[in-house]
């Protein structure tokens, strides 16, 4: 690469010596190869790995979910065994929020630099690892921390994806086309959910994250052999995603397209806060739905994961269904979308506690729009609506990572949040604030109606 390339423009290099010498050679990215020059040898490479790529990041993603949502239904049984209150049940799958955000942001300018399949092949490894670590632990403490630095492995997941989506794929029907693979966490999120309800019917809730766990190591080995790195490790160009018209905006190094297009961009602040208020709805219906049902529905602890593992799989309608509207109705303008979602979101948790308990049929519906309606947009906002945010492929990762802090935090404050106001002022009190942040974010989508165009928006 020539000298006159900016230093934090370069793909990650190992440098002559030093500690972390192993870790920038094991990230750097895959040289290029000679392009194919045959028109049909081309489109065959490009028709197969394009299949490769979309099948790990999905099927890689939703097992990922395997060793982050398996704390759900484990929640009630590891309190019980263990003796914590609902609020240090909260701060501990708290920590995984925490440094999912703060990992997320530093992955993602790391991934902008690295190799893909690697990449992400590792965080399912380490990810599954600390799962068994988890699984092992018996102090409050220790738990807090495994779990959390299971959250910065985690962060490892979504910015290599981010990349690879924006370089192997054109920009036509991109919103369908991350529907379908953001399906993969409510995939993920429903088969773990599922899974762990029949773990713990004849194991202990160690056993919710052994077997995930294991489950997750082998798919990072088997990412490996599935994934490549870009295009043009391949021998092929990389998608045309954004367009420049000017012939500039992708001039210039990395610092600068980093600060402009990320940090002062207003349109990636505007969806990360959105992203915030859908994420504290999101993960406080999908950590603590199975306890609601147990203690204030009465469920049994079987049929209360089975219910809430309904929400995950409604989410998969919820999100293909904002992905059609988005591209076939609203050419790609997603607030309108997002906006419609959050209200019916909001009137489907109230719903869910104002109907009380002896209600099955009615839980079960309200439980399907819940994940039907807070699906799509968390869709839209973490997937085409963060990598279209910064308007360059040379950023995607980062301004997917700066939407991801965000949407953590939010994570965060519902954690630790919801366990809080559970213990003190009962559940009418967690509800409640979950509703006040679907609706916050439905007000966002109304004062920024008209979106600030980017690059891509003229396709």
Same mark, same amino acid.
């Given at each position: 690469?020539?000298?006159?390339?900016?230093?934090?423009?370069?793909?990650?290099?190992?440098?002559?010596?030093?500690?972390?010498?192993?870790?920038?050679?094991?990230?750097?990215?895959?040289?290029?190869?000679?392009?194919?020059?045959?028109?049909?040898?081309?489109?065959?490479?490009?028709?197969?790995?394009?299949?490769?790529?979309?099948?790990?990041?999905?099927?890689?993603?939703?097992?990922?979910?395997?060793?982050?949502?398996?704390?759900?239904?484990?929640?009630?049984?590891?309190?019980?065994?263990?003796?914590?209150?609902?609020?240090?049940?909260?701060?501990?799958?708290?920590?995984?929020?925490?440094?999912?955000?703060?990992?997320?942001?530093?992955?993602?300018?790391?991934?902008?630099?690295?190799?893909?399949?690697?990449?992400?092949?590792?965080?399912?490894?380490?990810?599954?690892?600390?799962?068994?670590?988890?699984?092992?632990?018996?102090?409050?403490?220790?738990?807090?921390?495994?779990?959390?630095?299971?959250?910065?492995?985690?962060?490892?997941?979504?910015?290599?994806?981010?990349?690879?989506?924006?370089?192997?794929?054109?920009?036509?029907?991109?919103?369908?086309?991350?529907?379908?693979?953001?399906?993969?966490?409510?995939?993920?999120?429903?088969?773990?959910?599922?899974?762990?309800?029949?773990?713990?019917?004849?194991?202990?809730?160690?056993?919710?994250?052994?077997?995930?766990?294991?489950?997750?190591?082998?798919?990072?080995?088997?990412?490996?052999?599935?994934?490549?790195?870009?295009?043009?490790?391949?021998?092929?160009?990389?998608?045309?995603?954004?367009?420049?018209?000017?012939?500039?905006?992708?001039?210039?190094?990395?610092?600068?397209?980093?600060?402009?297009?990320?940090?002062?961009?207003?349109?990636?602040?505007?969806?990360?806060?959105?992203?915030?208020?859908?994420?504290?709805?999101?993960?406080?219906?999908?950590?603590?739905?199975?306890?609601?049902?147990?203690?204030?529905?009465?469920?049994?602890?079987?049929?209360?994961?089975?219910?809430?593992?309904?929400?995950?799989?409604?989410?998969?309608?919820?999100?293909?269904?904002?992905?059609?509207?988005?591209?076939?109705?609203?050419?790609?303008?997603?607030? &309108? !979308?997002? @906006?419609?979602?959050? $209200?019916?979101? /909001?009137? +489907?948790?109230? #719903? *869910?506690?104002?109907?009380?308990?002896?209600?099955?049929?009615?839980?079960?519906?309200?439980?399907?729009?819940?994940?039907?309606?807070?699906?799509?947009?968390?869709?839209?906002?973490?997937?085409?609506? &963060? !990598?279209? @945010?910064?308007?360059? $492929?040379?950023? /995607?990762? +980062?301004?997917? #990572? *700066?939407?991801?802090?965000?949407?953590?935090?939010?994570?965060?404050?519902?954690?630790?949040?919801?366990?809080?106001?559970?213990?003190?002022?009962?559940?009418?009190?967690?509800?409640?604030?979950?509703? &006040?942040?679907?609706?916050?974010?439905? $007000?966002?989508?109304?004062?920024?109606?008209?979106?600030?165009?980017?690059?891509?928006?003229?396709?």
């Amino acid at each position: 690469m020539p000298d006159s390339v900016p230093a934090l423009d370069r793909p990650l290099s190992p440098p002559s010596s030093g500690p972390l010498s192993w870790l920038t050679g094991l990230y750097r990215p895959e040289a290029p190869l000679a392009p194919i020059q045959d028109a049909e040898a081309r489109r065959r490479a490009y028709f197969v790995w394009r299949w490769r790529m979309f099948a790990g990041f999905f099927l890689g993603y939703a097992v990922l979910y395997f060793c982050r949502k398996n704390i759900s239904n484990a929640l009630s049984p590891m309190g019980a065994d263990l003796g914590l209150t609902n609020t240090q049940l909260g701060a501990v799958g708290t920590t995984l929020y925490v440094t999912y955000g703060l990992g997320k942001f530093a992955n993602g300018v790391m991934a902008d630099r690295s190799n893909i399949r690697r990449f992400m092949a590792s965080g399912l490894i380490i990810s599954g690892l600390l799962n068994l670590v988890f699984a092992s632990t018996v102090s409050v403490w220790l738990l807090a921390l495994v779990w959390g630095l299971n959250g910065w492995f985690q962060s490892m997941g979504f910015p290599p994806i981010a990349r690879g989506m924006t370089l192997w794929y054109p920009p036509e029907g991109k919103a369908t086309r991350w529907a379908f693979w953001t399906c993969s966490h409510q995939a993920g999120t429903a088969a773990v959910m599922a899974l762990t309800a029949w773990v713990l019917t004849w194991g202990t809730w160690r056993t919710a994250f052994w077997l995930p766990g294991l489950m997750t190591v082998a798919m990072g080995a088997a990412l490996l052999f599935l994934l490549g790195d870009t295009p043009e490790s391949r021998g092929l160009e990389s998608a045309k995603a954004f367009e420049d018209p000017k012939g500039q905006e992708e001039a210039g190094d990395f610092k600068s397209l980093f600060i402009r297009r990320v940090l002062l961009n207003r349109n990636v602040w505007v969806v990360g806060l959105i992203d915030l208020c859908v994420y504290v709805v999101r993960y406080g219906t999908l950590d603590w739905a199975s306890k609601f049902l147990r203690d204030f529905k009465h469920y049994p602890a079987e049929l209360a994961g089975y219910r809430a593992s309904l929400m995950p799989l409604a989410g998969i309608a919820g999100v293909l269904l904002s992905g059609f509207a988005a591209d076939a109705l609203f050419k790609s303008r997603y607030r &309108a !979308v997002n @906006a419609f979602s959050l $209200a019916a979101l /909001a009137l +489907s948790i109230y #719903g *869910l506690f104002a109907i009380g308990p002896d209600h099955p049929y009615l839980d079960i519906a309200l439980l399907v729009s819940i994940g039907f309606f807070v699906e799509g947009p968390q869709s839209i906002l973490g997937g085409v609506g &963060a !990598v279209d @945010a910064g308007g360059s $492929a040379r950023v /995607a990762s +980062s301004a997917a #990572g *700066l939407i991801g802090v965000l949407a953590y935090f939010g994570a965060s404050i519902s954690g630790v949040g919801t366990g809080w106001l559970v213990d003190r002022e009962g559940w009418g009190a967690a509800l409640a604030f979950w509703i &006040a942040c679907a609706l916050i974010g439905f $007000a966002l989508c109304l004062f920024a109606w008209k979106e600030p165009k980017t690059p891509s928006s003229a396709h």
